[in-house]
């Protein structure tokens, strides 16, 4: 049972509360604070407080400050107004079990519209990204297209310059050459020169000056690039290093992992068969891995006194097994040793470092167990602890998920405690 703390001192204001709570050894991450507008509740396991305020105050601007082994509370009035007293008077188990689930209901309201405001500013930050990303991109576009539109304007006026150029070129070599006019003219002066009973005369057949020219404007265009030869056939050699854990090498976890190796090596090599009281045993006996495995088959028949005696044997035989502390746990919990089953879990996670994926299964499932035997001292606070270290390795575990979610029903008051 919790132990209620009843001694505290406050002063006021017409606007302002200022209460002191001393507690002992409290600190910031183990002590639970709910504060509503007229309620108010600090769980640091033994230690449990409540108050039932006199008149409602504004639990959004209300501080909570803790050091020193003690919390300060500057609860701000929604009325300015002193009060007669701290605490509700008259106040019976009905009325604050109405006056709890009151404040809960409060809490997790404004708790969801913060959660839907939240979401609504970042919607619209998004859309205001995505609105400022695409002028980005529209500006880009239409830089990109003007420079296009340059540089085509630009090759056109030097393709314009040098048909000039060589237009020029060719009417000053048909000078200098004496040429004659292009066929189509010379044709027609031939015509209107000669007579016409003479017999008519096939021009000469010649190319004209343009188009031997023009056979020439982009001599390297048209040539044809020669075609390497193909290469010759090889092969390559590709070893890969042997890998132990099922998981891929990460350069971060190299040295966690070697460490975790050289642990199991020492843990096998860690035998103490020698010892005068294993000399009556046979030879399978004085295996662990033999007895851990006959210790599951009892588990499997629900036979745990029979099972613990077979991990009892393989601990002794060697110590350094974390599997053999870990499934003992697992038999206390079934037997209702719930403190052998929470020492067993912490000698398990003691013993599976450093945190590998290797041991990932095993550190979660002792962070269950352990968790699940404070759960049933009434230790919620440590149980849900362990509970979100077992989902921190293992995220998308739905069951865990449920079972911490009823721990945080039960440490809220939202939800009765079950005996067995």
Known sequence: ???????????????????????????????????????????????????????????????????????????????????????MPGVDKEMMQRIREKSILQAQEKAKEATEAKAVAKREDQRYALGEMMKIEEEERKKIEDMKENERKKATRELEAWKECQEKADRQKRVQRKEKPPEGKQAEETKALKPRSLPRKAPPTRFPTRGRNWENIFPEKLKEDRIPA????????????????????????VAEEE???????EARRAMSTDLPEFFDLKE?????????????????????????????????LNCKIPLLYLNRAACHLKLKNLHKAIEDSSKALELLTPPVADNANARMKAHVRRGTAFCQLELYVEGLQDYEAA??????????????????????????????
């Open 259 to 265: 460490e975790w190796l050289h642990k199991q090596a």
């Open 391 to 420: 989902l921190k390795i293992d995220p998308a575990n739905t069951v865990i998920q449920n079972d911490a979610e009823k721990i945080r029903n039960i440490i809220q008051g939202t939800t009765l405690k079950s005996r067995d």
């Open 230 to 253: 193909p290469r010759s056939a090889g092969s390559i050699q590709i070893s890969f290093t042997p890998r132990v854990f099922p998981t891929a090498l990460r350069e971060s976890q």
């Open 284 to 316: 399978e006996e004085k295996n662990p891995d033999w007895l851990k495995d006959k210790g599951n088959k009892l588990f499997a028949t629900e036979n745990y006194l029979a099972a613990v005696d077979a991990y009892n044997l393989a601990i002794r």
């Open 1 to 87: 049972m919790p132990v209620r703390v009843s001694e505290f001192s406050w002063q006021q204001t017409p606007a302002t509360i200022f209460l002191s709570l001393p507690l002992r050894g409290v600190c910031v991450r183990d002590a639970d604070v709910f504060c509503g507008e007229s309620y108010l509740k600090v769980n640091f396991p033994p230690f449990l407080f409540e108050l039932f305020l006199y008149a409602p105050i504004d639990d959004g601007k209300s501080k909570a400050k803790i050091g020193n082994d003690t919390i300060l509370f500057t609860l701000y009035k929604k009325e300015p107004v002193l009060w007669d007293s701290l605490s």
